[in-house]
T-cell receptor, first 117, second 115 residues
Framework: GAVVSQHPSRVICKSGTSVKIECRSLDFQATTMFWYRQFPKQSLMLMATSNEGSKATYEQGVEKDKFLINHASLTLSTLTVTSAHPEDSSFYICSASFGTGLNQPQHFGDGTRLSIL | AQSVTQLGSHVSVSEGALVLLRCNYSSSVPPYLFWYVQYPNQGLQLLLK??????LVKGINGFEAEFKKSETSFHLTKPSAHMSDAAEYFCAVKYVIQGAQKLVFGQGTRLTINP
C-alpha cells in the first residue's frame, strides 16, 4: 500500500522549455503533497507543500513563478518548471501523506531527473 | 531551529557485520522520527518510524532503531549487513512549524557493503 507514482522519471530538454512533472497517489487519498529538490550527494530540500484545492505554500527562497504547483485532486499534484534553465537541472522528488496527523509518514515517488541543456 | 544530524556521511561495513547509522535531533517537543532509504536514482522508501509507545522500533529489511530521549538519538541498526543494503539512508524528524508540518532531513549517510 501507499504507492506514489511520479512521472516522467527523466527529462532532457532545451533551455527555455517548460516541464511538467506529475505526482500521483495510487492507492490512497493524499491530503497533502510535498515537492523536494535534491542536489547530487545532498539531502532533500523542501520546495513547497500543497493541500488539495488550496494554493501551495512555498519555502523561503523558492520562486513561485518558476515552480508552479497545482494540487487539483486528492490523488494528483503537478510541478511545472517554467522556462527552465541549466541551473534548474536537479532531481525532483514528490511525496504524499494521508491525513494531518504527525504520525503519518510521507510516501515518496521515485523522483524525476531533470536535465536542461 | 530544529535540526537533524547524521554522524558520518559515509559508512562502510563488511557483509555480515553489524550496521550502525547514527542520528541525533534537536527538539523541544516529543519528536516523530523516521528513517528512509534511497537507492540510486530512486525516491525514498520508509524503513521505520517512531511516534509513541515502544522505543525500539522494528522496520523492513531487518532494520531497527531505538529512540533514546535522554540522548536525543534515533540510531539505525541491522545485526548482519547484506550486499543489497548498500544505499543512502536519511534520518528525518517531523515538526510543526508555524502551523505547518515539516519533515526535516539529516544530510544522509551512504552505506557501502564490502564483500
Amino acid at each position: 500500500g501507499a504507492v506514489v507514482s511520479q512521472h516522467p522519471s527523466r527529462v532532457i530538454c532545451k533551455s527555455g522549455t517548460s516541464v511538467k512533472i506529475e505526482c500521483r497517489s495510487l492507492d490512497f487519498q493524499a491530503t497533502t503533497m510535498f515537492w523536494y529538490r535534491q542536489f547530487p550527494k545532498q539531502s532533500l530540500m523542501l520546495m513547497a507543500t500543497s493541500n488539495e484545492g488550496s494554493k501551495a505554500t512555498y519555502e523561503q527562497g523558492v520562486e513561485k513563478d518558476k515552480f508552479l504547483i497545482n494540487h487539483a485532486s486528492l490523488t494528483l499534484s503537478t510541478l511545472t518548471v517554467t522556462s527552465a534553465h541549466p541551473e534548474d537541472s536537479s532531481f525532483y522528488i514528490c511525496s504524499a501523506s494521508f491525513g494531518t496527523g504527525l504520525n503519518q509518514p510521507q510516501h515518496f515517488g521515485d523522483g524525476t531527473r531533470l536535465s536542461i541543456l | 531551529a530544529q535540526s537533524v544530524t547524521q554522524l558520518g556521511s559515509h559508512v562502510s561495513v563488511s557483509e555480515g557485520a553489524l550496521v550502525l547509522l547514527r542520528c541525533n535531533y534537536s527538539s523541544s517537543v516529543p519528536p516523530y522520527l523516521f528513517w528512509y532509504v534511497q537507492y540510486p536514482n530512486q525516491g525514498l522508501q520508509l524503513l521505520l518510524k517512531y511516534t509513541t509507545g515502544a522505543t525500539l522500533v522494528k522496520g523492513i529489511n531487518g532494520f531497527e532503531a531505538e529512540f533514546k530521549k535522554s540522548e536525543t538519538s534515533f540510531h539505525l541498526t541491522k545485526p548482519s549487513a547484506h550486499m543489497s543494503d548498500a544505499a543512502e539512508y536519511f534520518c528525518a524528524v517531523k515538526y510543526v512549524i508555524q502551523g505547518a508540518q515539516k519533515l526535516v532531513f539529516g544530510q544522509g549517510t551512504r552505506l557501502t557493503i564490502n564483500p
